[in-house]
């Protein structure tokens, strides 16, 4: 039944190759190597036998090739209608014995062979193996259900941003009749970690921003002549838009994480459910404290990042233009009007507040896990910077005939 000519068994000899053919229409099978992990059809007495041969271990399998010719055996090879000799293999682990009955059809064929830990084997990858799910049926509505619940959550997330502001004016008043029990150390301590900290970085921006608008309204204005505006153009975009708006921006990546994190790590470490048991409120022991500390610290910061940015912008266009520091500081009084700093800190208050609201919020929604930590994080992050430029566009437009 078996014919190999002479010259292919010389080829598999020097190679330590292990040749199969059978004869089914006088076609040839070859494996590659003896590890190679392979099957060869064996009659016996008018029994057909599937024998495994070579190592099947996660090693052999992940070989792109030995898979490639494997699967196409294992494709031929019917699951029924014939035994199963796995006594031959060199080496068997639970990577070969899981891919062996997934071909069986994670049942046992009517007739195999195997030793003693192999079928230990076996028997214990058919008690571990689990079926798979079935398939899902294709929505085609799916979109407009995922923008329900999109909606369903922003909506609660509203709701909650609501019922936080409310109990924050709740817990004001609470501290107007009673000043003296206030969290005033907390807010203290929430003043220089918001505040000063953040002053060494928002001078750096704020600096550097106002050197490049100098540097570019120099090019377009030096066009025209019209080289003293520049003082106008710089006191009035800085003033009254950029210069608290880069400092909320970055108060709100730098202070609003620190803030979700903070509440976060002791929801995860059960410290809130603590408070809870104790009976201390939330809303004045945690939330009102950071809400006051950024609504006073947050003009402060804005102010701070104007006065560096006009500072860059004064010495780039003395650089660019040779507008002296004494002509800049002498028409920025009559340039920008005393409503666009009132505006301005308005302003700051405004994004101060919002800023503390949402970090609070995101971080009282934290789970107990960590992974629920991050992704609370870069919430709060994402949507208080959404939030100050909102509000900063809702303030350009109510207020846009204040201070012209």
Known sequence: ?????????????????????????????????????HITQIDDSGQRWAQLRGRWGAA?????????????????????????????????????????????????????????????????????????????KVNWFGWLIQLGNTLLGFMRHARSMVEMVGQLLLDLLRLIRNPARGPWRDVSGHLYSMGATALPITALVGFLIGVVLAYLMSIQLRQFGADAFIVNILGISLVRELGPLLGAILVAGRTGSAITAQIGVMRVNEELDAMQVMGIPQGFRLVMPRALALAVAMPLVAAWTTVCALVGGMLAANAAMGVSPAYFIQAMPAAVDIANLYLALAKSVTFGVAIALIACHWGLEVEPNTQSLGRGTTASVVMSITAVIVLDAIFAIAFRKVGF
């Open 1 to 37: 039944m078996l014919q190999i000519d002479d010259a292919r068994s010389r080829a598999c000899d020097s190679r330590a190759i292990v040749c199969v053919a059978h004869a089914t229409g006088g076609a040839y099978s070859l494996t590659m190597d003896s590890s190679q992990p």
């Open 60 to 136: 052999e399998l992940g070989n792109r090739k030995d898979w490639a010719v494997l699967k196409q055996q294992l494709a031929k090879t019917p699951t029924n209608g014939q035994g199963w000799d796995v006594r031959a293999v060199d080496w068997l682990d639970h990577v070969g014995a899981q891919l062996l009955w997934e071909h069986w059809g994670q049942q046992w064929p009517k007739q195999v062979q195997m030793t003693d830990m192999q079928r230990q084997m076996m028997e214990r990858i058919a008690a571990l193996t689990i079926p798979c799910p079935p398939e899902k």
